[in-house]
């Protein structure tokens, strides 16, 4: 449906390259020449930027080959467009898959200033960090870092006495805290219990956790806060 000169970016084409997929009510985007006066159809997001053919790269599925922007190239683009904690959570999936390095993101810095987006591209960049295993890790990892908390040590193997007590999705280790964001899959039966066990290990051994739900996501004020709370540090909203 695009035409020749339009190729896939974004997060669009950020889930090729081992990003969180979209929601199925998110909008495609679409990369096109500025010239190009196509709109696409509903459902379609048209960005217009040029994009050099050195940034082009085709992917071949069952569906037949489809056209998307390079790895490096949808960083930028996902930087530029969309909000910082979804850009970091979708990059960290791309690290997280191989198909982004630290150095690579430390070029691409260099390489954009003085481009459009370039300055959202330096806050976003240094954010990133392939060790987080979901969005909501990156989302809680964003909201610290722009409240001034230190960083979280993501996906931390917490051991005791030579005693592994279990990976946890944050921690801060001076600190002995621990973040866990429990997802669906935590209430299947098995699984709380498992993880319950865990954090009574945790516990026993003078770690302090703090358990997130999906509910508790709507408002990382109130989550950095607690954070802050048990690391000591003074925290002001907004």
Do not use: N
């Not at 082009?56 to 909000?83: F, H, K, Q, S, Y």
């Not at 240094?126 to 908390?149: F, H, I, N």
Request: hydrophobic letters at 45%; charged letters at 25%; glycine letters at 10%.
């Amino acid at each position: 449906m695009m035409p020749a000169t339009a190729v896939l970016g974004g997060r669009s084409a950020a889930a090729w390259f081992g990003a969180p997929f979209a929601g199925p009510t998110e909008p495609v985007l679409a990369v096109v020449p500025p010239d190009t006066a196509w709109r696409g159809p509903r459902g379609v997001r048209v960005h217009r930027r040029h994009v050099a053919r050195s940034e082009t790269v085709v992917m071949e599925d069952d569906g037949g080959a489809v056209r998307l922007t390079t790895p490096l190239r949808t960083a930028w683009e996902i930087c530029a467009i969309e909000p910082m904690a979804t850009a970091v959570a979708l990059l960290d999936g791309m690290v997280r898959a191989g198909h982004l390095s630290a150095p690579a993101l430390g070029r691409l810095v260099e390489s954009t200033k003085g481009r459009w987006g370039s300055r959202r591209v330096a806050k976003v960049l240094p954010l990133v960090d392939g060790r987080s295993e979901s969005p909501p890790e990156s989302w809680v990892r964003v909201a610290c870092a722009r409240a001034g908390l230190p960083a979280p040590v993501p996906q931390y193997d917490v051991q005791e006495a030579g005693q592994f007590l279990g990976r946890v999705d944050l921690a801060w280790p001076e600190s002995r805290l621990v973040v866990e964001y429990e997802g669906a899959y935590h209430f299947d039966d098995l699984q709380i219990r498992r993880d319950d066990r865990r954090y009574d290990r945790l516990i026993a051994a003078g770690w302090r956790v703090i358990r997130l739900s999906g509910p508790d996501l709507r408002d990382l004020d109130a989550v950095v806060a607690r954070i802050a709370r048990e690391l000591g540090l003074p925290f002001l909203a907004g």
